[in-house]
């Protein structure tokens, strides 16, 4: 299929990317490189330099790739900025949004892949998470997410614009080519393997005293690649759904800081300070529905082998992209 993408410069649509080329599918990718790098954007691929906040660009660029289907990554994508910045949030993951469905609706574009992610539910009720449970944000950042989620519903009533919404849980790992480079890193296991590389002393863990085994929040880690395999098969679907993306198992930050001093054979210092706010105990994918409806069916379930993948590709950039 000829796919175009927005975000294709960033961890998770760089690597999508890849993965679809790979497969065979044509891609072009739109990104403003306000978080992503050129260098992650896959040789194979069409690239335009393009901003969705301005309505004639993206609508000219789909336009001129005439794509059959459009997946959309452009986001931020940090809680803790969002409640600092809030008009950020809105601004490019509302507005921006519009601004592609709109050209979207002009070219003739059907077929829509939306990042979303499980910060729209806010704190659950009940572990596992699955779609069911009601989606009561606690923050800009999923906010946002959430409302785009429901302006898909009212332009797939109206356009007939057919989307998958895919919620993830915790993206991780690398491929062999492409990986984790954020100019704010703010995600653990990038962290951990930073104290690794010896470019950090120690890494915090964010609160010991939450109602889990070991004291440590507990996260639910999907490989990179199998995220990028959810994505291929979303493109099969013919009608609208929504789908919570994690693989059902949890990690507790001190599993994940001892998996990564196994894995890199580094004793990794630490120190413990108090609770970042916002962040729940316990977030743990339902995969039922996405395996039964897209059949995913993850290949990394093993929390060694994220880690294996992502320090490879570290080590291999220590600088990440370098820019
Ligand atoms: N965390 C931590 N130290 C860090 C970064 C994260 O203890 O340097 C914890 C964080 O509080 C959360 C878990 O690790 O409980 C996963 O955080 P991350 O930012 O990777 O992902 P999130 O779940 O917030 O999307």
């Not at 929504?242 to 693989?247: H, I, S």
Request: glycine share 10%; net charge neutral; aromatic share 8%.
């Amino acid at each position: 299929m000829k796919i175009f993408v927005t975000g294709g410069a960033g961890y998770i649509g760089s690597i999508c990317v890849e993965q679809m080329l790979n497969q065979g599918h044509e891609v072009t990718v739109f990104d403003n490189l306000t978080e992503g790098h050129r260098k992650a954007v896959d040789p194979r691929t069409k690239f335009v330099f393009g901003d969705l906040q301005k309505p004639e660009q993206i609508a000219a660029a789909l336009r001129e790739a005439a794509p059959e289907a459009v997946m959309h990554f452009a986001a931020n994508a940090l809680v803790g900025e969002s409640m600092t910045n809030p008009s950020k949030y809105f601004r490019n993951n509302v507005y921006g949004g519009i601004n592609l469905l709109d050209g979207m609706v002009a070219a003739g574009v059907k077929k829509f892949v939306f990042s979303s992610t499980c910060a729209t539910f806010g704190p659950p009720e009940r572990n596992p998470i699955d779609e069911t449970l009601p989606q009561r944000p606690i923050n800009p950042y999923g906010e946002s997410k959430l409302l785009f989620e429901k302006i898909l519903r009212w332009y797939d009533q109206i356009h007939g614009l057919k989307f998958v919404a895919l919620r993830y849980f915790n993206a991780a790992g690398a491929s062999e080519n492409y990986g984790e480079d954020h100019r704010t890193e703010t995600h653990i296991i990038p962290n951990v393997l930073k104290v690794a590389l010896g470019q950090k002393d120690h890494v915090d863990i964010f609160g010991n005293d939450y109602e889990t085994p070991d004291g440590t929040c507990i996260r639910d880690y999907i490989h990179i690649i199998d995220l990028a395999q959810a994505h291929i098969l979303a493109l099969g679907r013919t009608e609208s759904a929504l789908y919570n993306l994690g693989t059902g198992g949890g990690t507790s930050v001190r599993e994940i800081i001892a998996a990564c001093e196994k894995v890199t054979g580094i004793k990794i210092p630490v120190k413990e300070t108090p609770r970042r706010p916002g962040d729940p105990p316990l977030l743990i994918a339902a995969s039922e529905k996405v395996k039964r409806e897209l059949g995913w069916n993850p290949q990394y379930q093993s929390i060694d082998k994220i880690i294996e993948s992502a320090w490879a590709w570290h080590k291999k950039h220590p600088t990440g992209y370098g820019d």
